[in-house]
């Protein structure tokens, strides 16, 4: 037998197939649907699995190749920064905080996100989409780890990193982040690669890490900047993996289209409620500006978004509804949210302050409608205050959303002076939200969302508090107990930046770099 | 001006995180440490999964064994992804170079027809049972607890589906695509297969992920790994088969390596409690008998009136392997 011409060259996109379609089977000897329990329950139909298009073509070789040298280079850049003192390049300590909040706030999710892929790499019964998931279940738990290593050296000087997973389950502003990824998780896994594949990795991820990332490499932080550069590969096969997914699932079924729809509004509006906080982030705590928030949600959303509405609108999907209300938001949010944190910054895990004024102009300037009418007032007034000694710490708790968690902090629409409360009532109780966006998540699934854990009325129940605590003691201080069940370095890591140790720290380090002793 | 900040000496406030200092102390920790101890949320979750909402998210009673500390369960390789990676890396370049040579000097259209056809018969079809591996594992790493053993599942499924693609790239290199199409048939249908893929159907609807550990990880991989990737390859080598060896050494060695970390794993939960050792005992019992069945007929493909004595060869190694992780054999 002549072997030369049974084995004839393999295009690429065949080798491919070979190396994975193929490998899959339909079970015999167990129901396919007990192979796959969770592939039907959430409505979605799926005809013929073999449709999927694989977004890129990776064999397991590969991918050990390609990432192995990647990690070799990132872990190079880390070692050099530590063993140079890589801490003390940065334009000023301040800028740490946006970096804790990272850590406590996004870094553990990542770890969900490698969780959940894996459970979706199980779960789907087409071979495609499952080796797809696996491979970013791989990368999530790169993007953990090379976070938590790149940010370690930070913690041996700095405050506010020393605990992230212990904070990110306990603290009242991190149950933002958390609980949005326990929605997701808890969810089907289609909802789970809308929620998170699409919505998340596609449509809003450019919000999230190019801020944080060209924060980092206007402020000279090479740790943030190491590991954000080498995951954007990593993030690119990510995004054409959340856009297959949403075009096979339209293309398979028209019934589809609106469950696909309500998960795109609904995880459109749970991932804008995050990104509040790298709003303020972008506009507060960069010593050293990027963009405003304003302008990234011009760019990022309304033109990037835009254009790949506009592309989905053949399968009959729209803009999600909320994306109106945003419009308003956009000139808003971050102020807001910067004023809660400066008034709860007794609460917080990273330190707070006043914006000096030329960053009050700078904000003027970006926020011409809005600024100055509506905000600059009040954070000149606790500057005032500050000054004579008075730092304004908020020592009530605010009321959470039920859906979003934010505090009940946000405008209505259509006047930027009147707080806004929606009110749903399920099986006899009232439960409150945030905004028209909320209500409507929550009015969708109530059975869920009643479910919530909010921090607020954890403590009102007196359900943070470290097992020493005493309520019956006269002395007992109901707040600083929370503080220490959040174990929370009492002083160091929270309160306002002007006179913490962190402030202390960098600036003595810095001067012993730079002067003569 | 050029600051140099390497003259700087600085005392760091702390050496790590507190969740490693309460468990080693306030001193310089590993990356393997840092990025795997406490990773994984264990406190307070939202919401109840719509899946299974009889359990939270992660949670500890998915399986009927019980550890203390999820995290004795750690990995004697250390693998955090970034040590992970360039390990297989290593070990694929060394493969690639193997299977370089082999399309170079044409060293496949060499081999004795008897060998070829042994190799197709019994290697190609076993891409499928990696695929099950694969699937076995990342359910493991979907719903098991813990991150020291969640993490190397999922290292651990993604090496299967790299064994899955050797074994594919050997049909393809003995016979092109035919030997891919041949081997799914024998698959789903040859006698010779059928025991194999029922053990592995049965094995997917295995809702106890520790159980899955053990019938996958410990007894099908403890018996198939030896019967197919030593004494098989052993036949290979010493009949002229040299490069049916080379384009499976990555399994050889993968195998010696991950039964390691896999005994490690068995040893730290027997020891735990009696209660423990009893089930892993009882598993292993069922498992084992199960997964004998199920690969006599290919013991028998490979060594025919030998197969009896191998497989009973096998089976004293694998107990003796079994009884050092404190097992009852
Ligand atoms: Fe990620
Ligand atoms: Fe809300």
Redesign the interface.
């Given at each position: 037998m002549d072997?030369?011409a049974?084995?004839?060259k393999?295009g690429l996109k065949e080798?491919y197939a070979?190396?994975t379609r193929?490998?899959?089977?339909e079970?015999?000897?167990?129901p396919m649907d007990?192979?796959f329990?969770?592939a039907k329950?959430e409505g979605i139909k799926i005809h013929d699995w073999e449709r999927w298009e694989d977004p890129f073509r990776l064999?397991?070789?590969a991918?050990?190749?390609y990432?192995?040298?990647k990690?070799?280079k990132?872990?190079a850049v880390l070692d050099a920064f530590a063993?140079?003192?890589?801490h003390?390049?940065i334009t000023d300590a301040r800028y740490l905080n946006a970096i804790k909040l990272f850590l406590c706030g996004i870094s553990?999710l990542e770890?969900?996100a490698?969780?959940?892929f894996?459970?979706a790499?199980?779960n789907f019964p087409g071979?495609g989409p499952?080796?797809a998931c696996?491979?970013q279940?791989?990368d999530e738990?790169?993007h953990?780890?090379?976070q938590?290593?790149a940010l370690?050296n930070y913690?041996?000087?700095?405050?506010g990193?020393?605990?992230?997973?212990?904070m990110?389950?306990?603290v009242w502003y991190l149950?933002v982040p958390?609980?949005f990824f326990?929605?997701a998780?808890?969810?089907?896994p289609f909802e789970w690669m809308i929620a998170i594949g699409f919505s998340f990795e596609y449509v809003l991820t450019n919000l999230l890490f190019v801020p944080f990332m060209s924060g980092a490499a206007y402020n000279g932080d090479m740790a943030t900047v190491t590991f954000g550069f080498s995951a954007q590969s990593d993030e690119a096969r990510h995004m054409t993996l959340g856009l297959e997914c949403i075009k096979f699932m339209l293309e398979q079924d028209p019934d589809n289209l609106p469950i696909v729809q309500k998960w795109i509004d609904k995880w459109a509006w749970r991932g804008i409620r995050v990104l509040t906080l790298v709003g303020m982030m972008m506009d507060y705590m960069l010593p050293k500006r990027v963009m405003s928030w304003k302008e990234a949600w011009e760019i990022y959303f309304e033109q990037n978004g835009g254009a790949l509405f506009n592309d989905l609108a053949r399968y009959g999907i729209k803009m999600p509804d909320c994306v109106k209300q945003c419009t308003v938001d956009k000139e808003h949010i971050s102020h807001q949210a910067w004023a809660t944190f400066y008034q709860y910054g007794g609460a917080a895990a990273f330190h707070t302050w006043s914006p000096t004024d030329e960053e009050m102009d700078w904000l003027s300037a970006k926020y011409p409608n809005t600024f100055d009418k509506y905000y600059r007032p009040r954070f000149t007034y606790w500057r005032e205050q500050a000054e004579k000694g008075n730092r304004f710490y908020s020592n009530t708790l605010p009321m959470l959303c039920q859906v979003c968690q934010i505090p009940m902090v946000f405008t209505e629409p259509d006047d930027p002076t009147q707080i806004c409360y929606r009110e749903s009532e399920f099986k006899g109780e009232k439960f409150h939200t945030c905004s028209d966006g909320c209500k409507h998540i929550f009015d969708d699934e109530p059975e869920?969302?009643v479910?919530?854990?909010l921090p607020v009325h954890q403590i009102y129940q007196g359900n943070c508090f470290t097992p020493s605590a005493n309520p019956a003691d006269p002395a007992f201080d109901p707040m600083l107990e929370v503080l220490k069940f959040y174990?929370f370095n009492l002083g160091h890591d929270n309160m306002d930046y002007e006179g913490s140790?962190d402030q202390q720290?960098f600036n003595t380090?810095r001067g012993?770099?730079?002067k003569n002793v | 001006?050029q600051?140099?900040?390497?003259?700087?000496a600085?005392k760091?406030?702390?050496?790590?995180?507190?969740?490693i200092a309460r468990r080693f102390g306030d001193k310089p920790a590993s990356?393997y440490q840092?990025?795997t101890y406490?990773?994984?949320?264990?406190?307070?979750?939202?919401?109840?999964?719509?899946?299974e909402p009889e359990f939270e998210?992660?949670d500890e009673r998915r399986t009927a064994i019980r550890m203390k500390d999820w995290y004795a369960l750690k990995d004697p390789r250390q693998f955090?992804?970034?040590a992970y990676?360039?390990a297989?890396?290593?070990q694929?370049?060394a493969?690639?170079a193997n299977f370089d040579m082999i399309e170079e000097r044409g060293l496949?259209?060499l081999l004795p027809a008897e060998l070829r056809q042994t190799a197709l018969d019994l290697l190609v079809p076993l891409?499928?049972a990696?695929?099950g591996g694969?699937?076995n594992n990342?359910?493991i790493?979907?719903?098991g607890y813990g991150?020291a053993i969640?993490?190397p599942c999922?290292?651990h499924?993604?090496?299967h589906?790299?064994v899955?693609?050797?074994l594919?790239r050997v049909g393809?290199?003995?016979?092109?695509?035919?030997a891919?199409d041949d081997a799914?048939a024998s698959?789903?249908n040859a006698p010779l297969w059928q025991p194999l893929?029922?053990y592995i159907?049965?094995t997917?609807?295995v809702r106890d992920w520790f159980e899955t550990f053990v019938a996958q990880n410990l007894v099908l991989e403890g018996l198939v790994y030896p019967l197919i990737f030593d004494r098989l390859d052993g036949e290979f080598s010493a009949k002229g088969g040299t490069p049916i060896s080379m384009m499976t050494r990555f399994m050889g060695e993968w195998s010696v390596e991950t039964a390691k970390w896999i005994d490690a794993q068995i040893k730290v939960a027997a020891a735990e409690s009696p209660d423990n050792k009893a089930l892993l005992n009882k598993w292993l019992a069922q498992y084992r008998g199960a997964a004998l069945e199920a690969i006599a007929p290919l013991a028998e493909r490979a060594f025919g009136a030998d197969a009896e004595a191998t497989l009973t060869d096998l089976t004293n190694e694998f107990n003796s392997r079994c009884a050092k992780q404190g097992l009852s054999v």
């Amino acid at each position: 037998m002549d072997m030369k011409a049974t084995k004839k060259k393999l295009g690429l996109k065949e080798k491919y197939a070979h190396m994975t379609r193929g490998l899959g089977w339909e079970t015999t000897y167990q129901p396919m649907d007990a192979v796959f329990p969770y592939a039907k329950f959430e409505g979605i139909k799926i005809h013929d699995w073999e449709r999927w298009e694989d977004p890129f073509r990776l064999t397991m070789d590969a991918y050990w190749k390609y990432q192995a040298e990647k990690e070799r280079k990132l872990y190079a850049v880390l070692d050099a920064f530590a063993q140079n003192n890589g801490h003390l390049s940065i334009t000023d300590a301040r800028y740490l905080n946006a970096i804790k909040l990272f850590l406590c706030g996004i870094s553990p999710l990542e770890y969900v996100a490698h969780r959940g892929f894996a459970a979706a790499g199980r779960n789907f019964p087409g071979v495609g989409p499952r080796i797809a998931c696996l491979m970013q279940s791989l990368d999530e738990i790169r993007h953990a780890q090379t976070q938590i290593h790149a940010l370690s050296n930070y913690n041996k000087y700095y405050d506010g990193f020393h605990d992230f997973k212990h904070m990110l389950e306990r603290v009242w502003y991190l149950s933002v982040p958390k609980s949005f990824f326990d929605d997701a998780y808890s969810a089907g896994p289609f909802e789970w690669m809308i929620a998170i594949g699409f919505s998340f990795e596609y449509v809003l991820t450019n919000l999230l890490f190019v801020p944080f990332m060209s924060g980092a490499a206007y402020n000279g932080d090479m740790a943030t900047v190491t590991f954000g550069f080498s995951a954007q590969s990593d993030e690119a096969r990510h995004m054409t993996l959340g856009l297959e997914c949403i075009k096979f699932m339209l293309e398979q079924d028209p019934d589809n289209l609106p469950i696909v729809q309500k998960w795109i509004d609904k995880w459109a509006w749970r991932g804008i409620r995050v990104l509040t906080l790298v709003g303020m982030m972008m506009d507060y705590m960069l010593p050293k500006r990027v963009m405003s928030w304003k302008e990234a949600w011009e760019i990022y959303f309304e033109q990037n978004g835009g254009a790949l509405f506009n592309d989905l609108a053949r399968y009959g999907i729209k803009m999600p509804d909320c994306v109106k209300q945003c419009t308003v938001d956009k000139e808003h949010i971050s102020h807001q949210a910067w004023a809660t944190f400066y008034q709860y910054g007794g609460a917080a895990a990273f330190h707070t302050w006043s914006p000096t004024d030329e960053e009050m102009d700078w904000l003027s300037a970006k926020y011409p409608n809005t600024f100055d009418k509506y905000y600059r007032p009040r954070f000149t007034y606790w500057r005032e205050q500050a000054e004579k000694g008075n730092r304004f710490y908020s020592n009530t708790l605010p009321m959470l959303c039920q859906v979003c968690q934010i505090p009940m902090v946000f405008t209505e629409p259509d006047d930027p002076t009147q707080i806004c409360y929606r009110e749903s009532e399920f099986k006899g109780e009232k439960f409150h939200t945030c905004s028209d966006g909320c209500k409507h998540i929550f009015d969708d699934e109530p059975e869920k969302y009643v479910q919530s854990w909010l921090p607020v009325h954890q403590i009102y129940q007196g359900n943070c508090f470290t097992p020493s605590a005493n309520p019956a003691d006269p002395a007992f201080d109901p707040m600083l107990e929370v503080l220490k069940f959040y174990n929370f370095n009492l002083g160091h890591d929270n309160m306002d930046y002007e006179g913490s140790r962190d402030q202390q720290n960098f600036n003595t380090w810095r001067g012993l770099a730079t002067k003569n002793v | 001006m050029q600051i140099d900040l390497r003259t700087v000496a600085i005392k760091p406030v702390r050496q790590t995180f507190d969740n490693i200092a309460r468990r080693f102390g306030d001193k310089p920790a590993s990356r393997y440490q840092e990025g795997t101890y406490d990773v994984q949320q264990t406190d307070i979750f939202h919401y109840r999964p719509m899946w299974e909402p009889e359990f939270e998210l992660f949670d500890e009673r998915r399986t009927a064994i019980r550890m203390k500390d999820w995290y004795a369960l750690k990995d004697p390789r250390q693998f955090y992804y970034g040590a992970y990676t360039i390990a297989r890396s290593r070990q694929q370049d060394a493969a690639e170079a193997n299977f370089d040579m082999i399309e170079e000097r044409g060293l496949a259209d060499l081999l004795p027809a008897e060998l070829r056809q042994t190799a197709l018969d019994l290697l190609v079809p076993l891409r499928h049972a990696e695929w099950g591996g694969n699937m076995n594992n990342s359910f493991i790493a979907a719903y098991g607890y813990g991150t020291a053993i969640t993490q190397p599942c999922l290292y651990h499924a993604m090496d299967h589906l790299g064994v899955a693609q050797y074994l594919t790239r050997v049909g393809l290199e003995l016979q092109g695509p035919k030997a891919l199409d041949d081997a799914k048939a024998s698959w789903m249908n040859a006698p010779l297969w059928q025991p194999l893929r029922r053990y592995i159907e049965n094995t997917l609807v295995v809702r106890d992920w520790f159980e899955t550990f053990v019938a996958q990880n410990l007894v099908l991989e403890g018996l198939v790994y030896p019967l197919i990737f030593d004494r098989l390859d052993g036949e290979f080598s010493a009949k002229g088969g040299t490069p049916i060896s080379m384009m499976t050494r990555f399994m050889g060695e993968w195998s010696v390596e991950t039964a390691k970390w896999i005994d490690a794993q068995i040893k730290v939960a027997a020891a735990e409690s009696p209660d423990n050792k009893a089930l892993l005992n009882k598993w292993l019992a069922q498992y084992r008998g199960a997964a004998l069945e199920a690969i006599a007929p290919l013991a028998e493909r490979a060594f025919g009136a030998d197969a009896e004595a191998t497989l009973t060869d096998l089976t004293n190694e694998f107990n003796s392997r079994c009884a050092k992780q404190g097992l009852s054999v």
